[in-house]
């Protein structure tokens, strides 16, 4: 059973950086991707950055392009989103999500598995 859980969360002033972390467990994940979500309150969830585990392949919201930086440690099978010039409206909650799926995923429905998110707030 795939397991992910975020950490990394927190309160942060417009224009600082925060970097989360997703420890990810339960199988291999040679050519899955990994990817980065987030849920603003009522707002439907949308993607943020996605990577292939097996090769540095990348692709990001335009939102996000420039600021954010997705990446991943096979060693500790973790993912990382550093995310720098944090703006108030990339305030919501981080989610972590996996896909066996071939090719890189940015759809929410192409995900099978999730983290339980965690809260990102950016004061201004």
């Known amino acids: 059973q795939v397991q992910l859980v975020e950490s990394g969360g927190g309160l942060v002033q417009a224009g600082g950086s925060l970097r989360l972390s997703c420890a990810a467990s339960?199988?291999?994940?040679?050519?899955?991707?990994m990817a980065w979500f987030r849920q603003a309150p009522g707002k439907e969830r949308e993607f943020v950055a996605a990577?292939?585990?097996?090769?540095?392949?990348?692709t990001y919201a335009d939102s996000v392009k420039g600021r954010f930086t997705i990446s991943r440690d096979r060693t500790l099978n973790t993912v990382y989103l550093q995310m720098n010039s944090l703006k108030p409206e990339d305030t919501a909650v981080y989610y972590c999500?996996?896909?066996?799926?071939?090719?890189?995923?940015?759809?929410?429905?192409?995900?099978?598995?999730w983290g339980q998110g965690t809260q990102v707030t950016v004061s201004s």
């Open positions: 990577i292939r585990w097996n090769i540095p392949m990348t």
């Open positions: 339960g199988r291999t994940f040679s050519s899955w991707s």
């Open positions: 999500a996996a896909s066996g799926r071939t090719g890189l995923r940015v759809e929410v429905s192409q995900y099978d598995y």
